[in-house]
Nanobody, 126 residues
Framework: QVQLVESGGGLLQAGGSLRLSCAHS????????MGWFRQAPGKEREFVAAISWSGSSTYYADSVKGRFTISRDNAKKTVYLQMNSLKPEDTGVYYCAAGQRASDYVITGVGEYTYWGQGTQVTVSS
């Protein structure tokens, strides 16, 4: 059983930065592709960023490209989301997700992930 625990959310003004962390409890973290999603009130959960097992491949939603960076530390079993130049439209609950893949590729679909964290709130004021 895998548990994911996010941390690092908060309230800040537009233009600021935050770093989210997601700790993975399983023993085989390095075999999981990881991703970040977010959900704003009244909206569906949307893809933000993804990273492959090794960290060699990453992929971003167009809305965050150039501002957000996903990374992972397999020794610490943790994935990070560095968020810079935050905008009010980045507000939402951010979820970490883990999914197993047979090869070292990213996963971008909600349905392709097996495990989810409880979420951490990010609120960006204008």
């Amino acid at each position: 059983q895998v548990q994911l625990v996010e941390s690092g959310g908060g309230l800040l003004q537009a233009g600021g930065s935050l770093r989210l962390s997601c700790a993975h409890s399983g023993r085989t973290f390095r075999r999981y592709a990881m991703g970040w999603f977010r959900q704003a009130p009244g909206k569906e959960r949307e893809f933000v960023a993804a990273i492959s097992w090794s960290g060699s491949s990453t992929y971003y939603a167009d809305s965050v490209k150039g501002r957000f960076t996903i990374s992972r530390d397999n020794a610490k079993k943790t994935v990070y989301l560095q968020m810079n130049s935050l905008k009010p439209e980045d507000t939402g609950v951010y979820y970490c997700a883990a999914g197993q893949r047979a090869s070292d590729y990213v996963i971008t679909g909600v349905g392709e992930y097996t495990y989810w964290g409880q979420g951490t709130q990010v609120t960006v004021s204008s």
